[in-house]
Each structure stands twice: as C-alpha cells, then as structure tokens.
C-alpha cells in the first residue's frame, strides 16, 4: 500500500513538474546553445513573436510534418513576423539522440528553415515549459507571454495525408495574433513522441 501512495505522488510531482508555462502565463527565459554551439537567449527576442517547437527527427508524429512540408513551410510563411524555434530536450542516452552535425543534415534535406534549433539535452527548458511530446508547440507573444500550448492541429496520426485536412491550431493562433486579436484556442492537448528526457 505504501508503495502504491509512494508511485502515485511520484507520479503527481512529474506531471506538475511538467505543467509550468499554461497559456496566459509568462513564458520562463533561457539560455541555452544552437547546432553551433552558440548561445540563445530568449530575452534577445523581447517584443517579438515566437514560436516553440519541440521536435525530434525520430519522432513519426515529426516526420509526417516535414515529409509534408507542413513545418518547414510555416517556418518560411511567418518567417519575417516570428521568431520560430525548434528546441531538442532528447537526452544523449536516448537512441533518438542525433549529433548537431546529423540534425543539420536532416534540416537542410527537408529545407526546414527555423530562425534557431536549440540544444536542450539536459532538458532544462523542456521542463521549464512542461513540453511533453514531439512535437510539442508554443506561442509566445511580444509582451513574453505564452498565448499557445499545445498540438500543432487536430488531427492526432502518423498519416501525411491527414495534415492538409487538419485545423492547424498553431497557424489559426498566429494570425490572429497578426490580427490584433486575442487567440480564441489558446490551449489543446499535445500529441506525438514522449520527449525522453534525461
């Protein structure tokens, strides 16, 4: 019985651990480096908009998005209005872990075009945000705070063909955001890889 209580508030302390940037909180700042060892900051990019992808090459649930074109081509459509990030918290015992010089590769054969990939490895920011899957979206406005969390549209599969039939919650948020006008879906329930986190 005890160790029934024990796992279960264990359990409890994980899943809030992971609960810590719901819509309509700030988003928490960071600093961590890119595919080139260089530093980010969040704060570089106050009075933006910004986009957080978590992503994992591995991931199916990645992959229908890039083999579609879906990501790589919102990436380019909202280049010049966000500052779109995809963020790896894939620790380096997983065997989706990829080198920086194998993700490289990977984005430019998919011409995926993000502003920066972040390497989370120690899965500080994913944590700090709660990420759960890949991918795993968020939407940051110009004031910093988080005004998405969620999945990227509705349609919860591995199909390709499913994404030109899916309501993209990501892009629906983002012209509203162009709009001036508040996001009316600000939360949905994400879907895809389990990050595996350190």
Known sequence: ??????????????????????????????????????????????????????????????????????????????????????????????????????VTKELNGFGAAPAKYLVDEPGTIGRAYGAKTTPHMYIIDPSGKVVYNGAIDDKRSTDVADVKVAKNYVVAALDELKAGKPVSTASTTPYGCTIKYK
Not at 20 to 25: C, D, H, K
Not at 45 to 67: A, D, I, M, S
Not at 86 to 94: L, R
């Open 1 to 102: 019985m005890k160790k029934v209580l024990f796992l279960a508030i264990a359990a409890t302390f994980s899943v809030a651990a992971l609960a810590n940037a719901p819509a309509g909180s700030q988003a928490p700042g960071f600093t961590v480096t890119d595919l080139t060892g260089k530093p980010v900051n969040l704060a570089d990019y106050k009075g933006k908009t910004v986009v957080l992808e978590w992503h994992n090459f591995g991931c199916p649930f990645v992959q229908k998005h890039y083999k579609s074109g879906n990501m790589q081509s919102l990436q380019k459509k909202y280049g010049n209005d966000v500052v779109w990030l995809a963020v790896n918290s894939t620790n380096k015992g997983s065997s989706d872990w990829q080198d920086p010089p194998v």
